[in-house]
């Protein structure tokens, strides 16, 4: 009887309970000689050269501590080296590459070979290496706008689970 059992677990189809998460495995190749520097504000710059990476995250992570949280997929940096970003004082990290405002989270910035990484502790109304960066008003209403999105994709997930 056992013996049965065993057989018939073993030849019916398995089913899961609940949602199973989606990991997506992707390669991508990591760059070399890139640059990197992380201006702090007080006047401490840090700078290291020769490193590699496939983002701009990875390529910070592998020379400071960075703390991050994150939105789905995507990384919000809140620290750097032990500095803090500081909604009192209006001041957050920002990167560059090759001179211009990073558009994208620092996770989906995918660097080449040769890249210029900074990365600046910077107010606001700070003027860039190239532009100058949004002001927090632009920043809240991302955020915002990026929770809300990710709330309307919570209903449909949970809607479609119903169905």
């Known amino acids: 009887m056992l013996s049965l059992v065993v057989f018939l677990l073993a030849v ?3 089913r899961t309970m609940g949602a199973a998460p ?6 991508i190749a990591s760059a070399t000689n890139i640059s990197l520097q992380v201006d702090i504000g007080n006047g401490t710059v840090l700078n290291h050269q020769g490193l590699t990476g ?4 990875d390529t910070t992570e592998s020379v400071l501590s960075v703390g991050v949280s994150w939105y789905g997929n995507l990384a919000f940096v809140e620290s750097i080296a032990g500095v803090v970003n500081s909604q009192v004082e209006g001041r957050w990290w920002q990167y560059w590459v090759n001179g211009e405002l990073g ?3 620092a996770n989906a910035y995918q660097v080449s070979d040769g890249d210029s990484i900074v990365w600046r502790y910077t107010d606001s109304q700070a003027e860039g290496l190239e532009e100058k960066g949004p002001d927090s008003t632009q920043l809240y209403e ?3 706008l990026a929770g809300l999105g990710l709330g309307f994709l919570a209903i449909l997930f949970v809607a479609s689970r119903r169905s």
Do not use: M
Not at 22 to 27: A, C, S, Y
Not at 54 to 57: A, G
């Open 12 to 14: 019916s189809p398995s």
């Open 22 to 27: 989606i990991h997506h495995t992707e390669f």
């Open 54 to 57: 496939s983002n701009v995250l």
């Open 103 to 105: 558009p994208v989270a």
């Open 142 to 144: 991302a955020l915002i």
